[in-house]
């Protein structure tokens, strides 16, 4: 099973900020929180990961509660292109496995 | 690079058939896996290897084979094909890198019906 808990859908409005949220209550020391999109039916699509600190690449900024527990993913400026089904996974160790839950299904709207 | 490529894109296969999906990455990447995505669903791992020679189980293996004689190469076999077995595959592949927690990068899918 999942390792974390995501709202099944979200709107948001194009050109506003998007702000996933993630439950990962019993994530391990040395788990990675990653997020992936898929979009249609693509392959999934690597966004960032981060362990505990706050992360920032061209595509989105990660935020990590200090307790791990939580975290969400924030795109600044969302874009029609942004809709796509958002997946929040925890893995680590030496296979770095990933466990896929069913994800937030974001509907941008223009 | 052309990253993570799979072929066919998509197959239709008779029940008790036998097919090879092919899957090829050009990254140099240790790690390669095997998943499978149900309408709806999220992507389930079939099969994962670690280096060339070495494999192993994932969460849904029964019903398929495989195996890895290259570091690019991670073919996933269909001895006798099943309805059950119809849905999306996807093959992905990863870095080890500086404290193992590289991204997979996947290709873009073989989308298969037994029929």
């Known amino acids: 099973d999942a390792k974390t808990t995501q709202p099944p859908s979200m709107d948001c409005a194009e050109g506003r900020a998007a702000n996933l949220p993630c439950n990962h209550s019993?994530?391990?020391?040395?788990?990675?929180v990653y997020w992936y999109r898929q979009i249609h039916s693509q392959g999934p699509q690597y966004i960032i990961h981060g362990l505990k600190n706050n992360e920032t690449n061209e595509m989105a900024s990660l935020i990590i509660t200090e307790d791990r527990k939580s975290s969400t993913l924030i795109l600044p400026h969302a874009t029609l292109r942004d809709t796509a089904v958002y997946y929040c996974?925890?893995?680590?160790?030496?296979?770095?496995?990933?466990?896929f839950g069913t994800g937030t299904l974001l509907a941008v709207q223009p | 690079n052309a990253g993570v490529t799979q072929t066919p894109k998509f197959r239709i296969l008779k029940i008790g058939q036998s097919m090879t999906l092919q899957c090829t990455q050009d990254?140099?990447?240790?790690?390669m896996y095997w998943y499978r995505q149900d309408p709806g669903m999220g992507l389930k791992l079939i099969y994962y290897?670690?280096?060339?020679?070495?494999?192993d189980k994932g969460e849904v293996p029964n019903g398929y084979n495989v195996s890895r004689s290259t570091t690019e190469d991670f073919p996933l076999r269909l001895e006798l094909a099943a309805p059950s077995q119809t849905s999306v595959y996807f093959c992905?592949?990863?870095?080890?890198?500086?404290?193992?927690?590289?991204?997979?990068?996947f290709g873009d899918g073989t989308r298969l019906s037994i029929l």
């Open positions: 996974i925890v893995s680590g160790g030496a296979t770095n496995k990933l466990i």
């Open positions: 990254m140099n990447h240790n790690y």
């Open positions: 290897s670690v280096g060339a020679g070495i494999t």
């Open positions: 019993t994530i391990s020391g040395n788990e990675y």
């Open positions: 992905a592949s990863r870095d080890r890198g500086k404290g193992n927690n590289q991204p997979q990068h």
